[in-house]
Structures are given as C-alpha cells and as structure tokens.
C-alpha cells in the first residue's frame, strides 16, 4: 500500500492537498493505514464490488459499492464513518479524505 499527497476536490491554497490511499484487497482496520474514520470519498477502478464498514473486522455494515466508478463522495450520513473495507468481488479501491495541516 501506499499513501501520498495529491492536490484534489478538498485543495485550498492553505494545504498542500488532500491524501488518498490505494487498497488492493480487504483491510479489516483502517486505523493501521490512517484511515480510520476519515474517508470522505473514493473511487473503484475495476468491476469489482466493495463494502464498508463503521467498526474494524467488517463489522456494522454502511453500505456496498461496484466499479467501475471515478471519485464518489460518501453519504454525508457515512462521512468519516468507514474503520473497515472488505473486497467482495476482486479488483482495487483507492480511499480519499479531507487534508488536514497535521497530515504527513
């Protein structure tokens, strides 16, 4: 996995840009990537169909998605919500959230 700095939707001449993270298979504690609680958007870029979940081990179900899609804000009801993603069916996902100047 990886992480970087990209500048995107959330850029403000303030902050150097937003973060994003590609996933390439299940991860049962976003918490161990940095984001926990922090996704507010994403994008799938294969046919593959993801679920996300509000607590680590694809536990309290929020809501599925299937790719291909481009960059897709979340609910605001599940806004900062998401601490697990389970692939359902294979390809990757790649997780977007608000920059913050405490972010590396």
Not at 57 to 81: H, Q, R
Request: proline share 2%; glycine share 6%; charged share 25%.
């Amino acid at each position: 996995w990886y992480q970087r700095r990209v500048r995107g939707k959330h850029y403000t001449s303030q902050q150097e840009g937003d973060a994003i993270l590609l996933i390439e298979h299940s991860t049962d504690n976003l918490a161990q990537r940095g984001f926990d609680n922090t996704m507010s958007r994403y994008k799938i870029d294969g046919n593959e169909k993801w679920a996300f979940y509000d607590r680590p081990n694809f536990e309290g179900l929020l809501f599925t998605a299937t790719g291909p899609i481009n960059w897709t804000w979340v609910d605001s009801k599940y806004n900062d919500m998401v601490s697990s993603v389970r692939l359902v069916r294979q390809s990757s996902l790649t997780l977007g959230k608000h920059y913050t100047s405490q972010q590396e």
